[in-house]
């Protein structure tokens, strides 16, 4: 199996994904709304991290390959600046809506949920995918990282459901929050050329190819939630291209601001 710069570019974006998500998740680590979620939360962050972690390796070893240079995991985490993080833009918006914009807000648990729920709808579909895929190690990260994703969607598919069909605040919530995110999983489904090169060389599947199966278990999740799906959207945001939401720079200022002080430092 040849390495190309797709391969390496498709690497990065499970990563960046990954660990962004972990990132924000792990902002509720002790301001949970009950200790059992902030446990909850805290352990699917370390779940997402470790998936990160075991990417960033496997990118490493990619790029040795294709280019000579050595990199390590801190060095994708800290030291890359914003338009190199490939990330989806849904993963590194805040727990809370858009009208607070860029202002301290309180944190809006069911922003997070819904988050939660439909990035591990599609990651549970994705992980499937590539546990055939052509590059073994990674089918190997995917044979262990779907464990954890189905636990992650099993999760958040209960808490969307006791919001959508509990009192009437938190059905509001849970529907204002659909409303706000859901645009943003166009981008999940945008068709690209790194994704036809990982599709042609059987290294994973095109991620439109999912979309099916993705939309149908939302529909069924949101019915029994008795929430409503909202008007599609025209607008794809671009995260994994590099360009960003405003919010980017202040999750990768908190996440890498001790590493760059430091630089070097080991614990």
């Known amino acids: 199996m040849s390495?190309?710069?797709?391969?390496?570019?498709?690497?990065?974006?499970?990563?960046?994904?990954?660990?962004?998500?972990?990132?924000?998740?792990?902002?509720?680590?002790?301001?949970?709304?009950v200790l059992e979620e902030d446990i909850a939360l805290s352990n699917m962050s370390l779940d997402l991290i470790g998936q990160a972690r075991l990417l960033y390796q496997h990118a490493a070893e990619l790029e040795k390959t294709l280019t000579g240079n050595t990199r390590t995991e801190d060095d994708y985490a800290y030291f890359r600046a914003e338009r190199e993080f490939a990330n989806y833009t849904l993963v590194e918006l805040p727990h809370y809506g858009p009208l607070a914009g860029t202002a301290h807000a309180d944190n809006d648990y069911a922003v997070t949920i819904v988050r939660n729920f439909?990035?591990?709808?599609?990651?549970?579909?994705?992980?499937?995918?590539?546990?055939?895929?052509?590059?073994?190690?990674?089918?190997?990260?995917?044979?262990?990282?779907?464990?954890?994703?189905?636990?992650h969607l099993h999760h958040s598919r209960e808490w969307l459901i006791r919001f959508g069909d509990g009192t009437d605040e938190s059905h509001r919530r849970a529907q204002d929050a659909l409303d706000y995110l859901l645009p943003y999983t166009r981008e999940f489904f945008s068709a690209d050329d790194v994704e036809t090169v990982i599709a042609d060389a059987g290294l994973g599947p095109k991620t439109a190819d999912l979309e099916a199966a993705w939309s149908e278990d939302v529909r069924e999740a949101l019915d029994e939630a008795?929430?409503?799906?909202?008007?599609p959207a025209k607008h794809v945001t671009t995260g994994k291209h590099g360009e960003h939401s405003e919010h980017m720079g202040y999750v990768l200022a908190e996440m890498q601001s001790i590493a760059r002080q430091h630089p070097g430092a080991t614990w």
């Open 118 to 151: 439909l990035f591990a709808s599609l990651m549970a579909h994705l992980w499937t995918a590539l546990t055939a895929s052509s590059d073994a190690q990674l089918a190997a990260i995917a044979a262990k990282s779907i464990k954890e994703t189905r636990y």
């Open 226 to 231: 008795t929430l409503t799906l909202p008007e």
């Open 3 to 33: 390495t190309t710069p797709q391969h390496l570019q498709y690497v990065l974006r499970l990563a960046d994904s990954a660990l962004i998500l972990g990132q924000r998740n792990a902002e509720w680590t002790g301001h949970g709304p």
